[in-house]
């Protein structure tokens, strides 16, 4: 009984990765997103996460500035994580997120471009990253 009810799980998880990989799943709208500071100092990013998308994915803040990204996941089944490693920029997430909007702050020392990207992989399929699941925070004087 147990095993009937895992076999029909995974069939179901084999499924809609299929479906969303046919989909191709990214949306529009992906142009760069500049963030302002706002009066409280600080440089304001909001980000949804969907299935293989971040949207803004190219994000461009300045250096020395505060920065706090405030992470949405869109309705789904599929698990998402939000990885951003800088260690020369003082950055460093690494994140399982929720459908509860989740807030990172750091404040990056270091201009330069960097990955940040969903690090989750079913069984032996391609991971959310190969997926198209990633973007970049370029980080400006």
Avoid: W
Wanted: net charge positive; aromatic share 10%; hydrophobic share 45%.
């Amino acid at each position: 009984m147990k095993s009937r009810r895992f076999l029909s799980l995974l069939m179901l998880a084999l499924t809609v990765c299929f479906a969303a990989e046919r989909i191709g799943a990214q949306p529009p709208g992906n142009e760069p997103y500049r963030a302002a500071i706002a009066v409280d100092g600080v440089q304001h990013v909001n980000i949804l996460a969907g299935d293989y998308f971040f949207r803004p994915k190219h994000i461009i803040v300045k250096v020395n500035v505060p920065v706090m990204f405030r992470v949405r996941v869109k309705q789904g089944i599929i698990p998402h994580g939000l990885v951003l490693k800088a260690p020369k920029a003082n950055i460093s997430i690494d994140e399982d997120l929720s459908l509860e909007s989740q807030t990172f702050t750091f404040t990056p020392t270091e201009t330069g471009k960097y990955a940040f990207y969903c690090p989750n992989k079913l069984l032996f399929f391609k991971s959310h990253r190969e997926h198209g699941m990633e973007g970049v925070l370029e980080v400006v004087e």
